[in-house]
């Protein structure tokens, strides 16, 4: 039975302004698929978005929806979060809005553990914004910003948000959209802060920037630097480079106990807060 994604969305909003072949809208369409499956009611939910491509999608869907600043969407969902923390919060963020200008949002959300869900499309480029390079962008690659290639190492989200403190944490590719469904469905059912990175195609400004105009070109350069986690493991660093280690780095309170030194939130944010408040109205 096909999905009915018109429940979801916006038509009067449609035609959508990303470019053909983009790998955004099989991200969108993931989450949808997902919200489906945990029977979210679209009143109780809220998508908030900063600046950038990805952040372009909660416009197209039909819930409550906030498009605020660059870099900025964490926060306008943590004030939503803390406001009515029965809601369910969903983030839409490019690797740009999320680890640049948003990045010590992002970090301190992780911490925080708030119950909300991050998904950051990771297409290693600003790719609205004039083809900069990003805190993605793989060394050696060209940008706008990088005409003969870039220097600076690049961020691995997931390891950051691992750090950081986040309880689910996963990662897959636009050229797997159930898998992502799956793993954005789990973030969904984490009672914490969950980030899903979605590694996605640019060809109109990553790609043409590098030899990979066309989306074909730009999926199967994605598609032959995938390497499953486990196998990852057991590998070199200088094999690992450049290449897109993809499964669930975070799934479970059990994974978060065998790293050392992890002074991580023991109850959700929200909770945590509500408890304080309840002890200080006792006095």
């Known amino acids: 039975m096909a999905f009915d994604y018109e429940k979801y969305l916006r038509m009067d909003k449609i035609p959508h302004l990303w470019c053909p072949g983009c790998g955004i809208g099989v991200v969108l369409k993931a989450m949808l698929r997902a919200m489906e499956n945990v029977n979210w009611e679209r009143n109780d939910t809220a998508f908030v978005s900063g600046i950038g491509c990805t952040s372009r999608a ?6 409550n ?23 369910n919060l969903v983030i839409f963020s490019g690797d740009g ?3 640049a ?11 925080r553990n708030i119950d909300m869900t991050l998904i950051v499309v990771n297409n290693n480029i600003y790719g609205m914004t004039g083809g900069q390079h990003s805190p993605t962008t793989p060394i050696g690659f060209k940008a706008s910003t990088t005409i003969y290639g870039n220097v600076d190492p690049s961020f691995d989200i997931c390891l ?3 750090a950081a403190g986040a309880t689910y944490v ?9 898998t992502l469904e799956q ?5 969904f059912e984490n009672k914490g802060f969950s980030v899903i990175e979605a590694v996605s195609n640019c060809h109109t400004q990553f790609g043409r920037k590098n030899n990979m105009s066309d989306p074909i ?4 350069w994605i598609e032959d630097r995938e390497i499953p986690l486990a196998k990852a493991r057991d590998m070199k660093a200088e094999d690992l480079k450049n290449m897109v280690i993809t499964g669930e780095f975070i799934t479970e309170k059990s994974d978060l106990e065998r790293w050392e030194n992890y002074n991580r939130a023991e109850k959700e944010y929200t909770e945590a807060y509500s408890d304080i408040i309840k002890k200080v109205k006792k006095k």
């Open 97 to 99: 809005d999320a680890t």
């Open 65 to 87: 929806t906030l498009h605020t600043t660059h870099g900025r969407g964490l926060t306008f969902a943590t004030g939503i979060k803390m406001a009515q923390p029965d809601k």
């Open 160 to 162: 950051l948000a691992r």
């Open 101 to 111: 200008i948003g990045g010590n949002h992002f970090i301190h959300a992780c911490r």
């Open 58 to 63: 909660p416009g197209y869907i039909d819930c």
């Open 183 to 187: 793993y954005i469905q789990r973030g």
């Open 170 to 178: 996963a990662r897959s590719t636009v050229n797997k959209g159930r």
């Open 217 to 220: 070109s730009s999926r199967k």
